[in-house]
């Protein structure tokens, strides 16, 4: 679904079971912020928007 939308300056926010590299990968390749905080068991934890996660509608 997401490699049908224009996310171009865009951010994309989700839970953590959309955590995967795969979708990472999709949204810097549309130059997109992803807004999606990392899984506990993830090796190299990412940065994340925090506030902006857990306020999101």
């Known amino acids: 679904m997401l490699q ?3 996310l171009t300056n865009k951010q ?3 839970d953590r079971g959309y955590d995967t590299n ?3 990968d999709l949204l810097k390749e549309q130059q997109a912020t992803s807004v999606i ?3 506990k068991n ?3 934890q990412r940065k994340c928007d925090w506030w902006l ?3 999101a509608t």
């Open 22 to 24: 795969q979708i990472l």
């Open 4 to 6: 049908n939308l224009d």
């Open 53 to 55: 996660s857990k306020n």
């Open 37 to 39: 905080q990392p899984k």
């Open 42 to 44: 993830r090796v190299k």
């Open 12 to 14: 994309v926010i989700a």
